[in-house]
């Protein structure tokens, strides 16, 4: 597509039950990048994913967290018992790979409400 | 810990006025800097980025970044402001080649009066 694609666009879940958020990077990306924002924070990187190389989970806050992406294409991050504070807007970029002269794009995002 | 600071949360101008967000960063060698803008409801878009070399650089929308190694910072300009730049901005950084972890500041949101 013409950029990156998340969703759903807005989620609300209630405490304790699962939910999965998909990104649809732009095609031929081989990179992609989930982040966190939450309300008046900047971003945290959650995890990178590169091609088929294994990914680097370093940013998971917590094993309730979990990201899956099968080669180049679509990523899922998967919330296990959702807890209040996850509710927050998560964000996938994707790009050609990690060189820097490399721009990364930002899909909208996915706003996730946890009541 | 290499952090990110934009000490300003909140920034508001007229329009046509000049614009100056600040950008601190603390790391053990010169990152590399980017600034992103979010505007409501949308993904981040780059505005500009510095590598190396000229510290002055030029970016979309008519903003531009000066790098200043002597001071750690990294603020963003734009000579007149126009109610459409109403977002909030984000700087970020990466500690050098081959790093892909973008460590961003807390953002700055800038309201501009008609």
């Known amino acids: 597509g013409a950029g990156v694609s998340q969703s759903p666009s807005n989620k609300v879940t209630e405490k304790g039950k699962d939910v999965e958020l998909r990104c649809d990077p732009i095609s031929g990306h081989t990179a992609l990048y989930w982040y966190r924002q939450r309300l008046g924070q900047g971003l945290e990187f959650l995890i990178y994913f590169q091609g088929n190389s294994a990914p680097d989970k370093s940013g998971l806050p917590s094993d309730r967290f979990s990201a899956e992406r099968t080669g180049e294409s679509v990523s899922t991050l998967t919330i296990q018992r959702t807890q209040q504070e996850d509710s927050a807007v998560y964000l996938c970029a994707s790009s050609w790979d990690r060189a820097l002269n490399t721009e990364a794009f930002f899909g909208q995002g996915t706003r996730l409400t946890v009541v | 810990a290499q952090s990110v600071t934009q000490p300003d949360i909140h920034i508001t101008v007229s329009e046509g006025a000049s614009l100056e967000l600040r950008c601190n960063y603390s790391y053990g060698a010169t990152p590399y800097l980017f600034w992103y803008v979010q505007s409501p409801g949308q993904g981040l878009q780059l505005l500009l980025k510095?590598?190396?070399?000229?510290?002055l650089v030029q970016g979309i929308k008519g903003f531009e970044a000066e790098f200043k190694r002597s001071q750690s910072s990294f603020n963003l300009r734009k000579p007149s402001v126009h109610w459409s730049d109403a977002a909030e901005y984000f700087c970020a950084a990466l500690s050098g080649a081959g790093s892909y972890q973008l460590t961003f500041g807390k953002g700055t949101k800038l309201s501009v009066i008609p």
């Open positions: 510095y590598f190396s070399g000229d510290t």
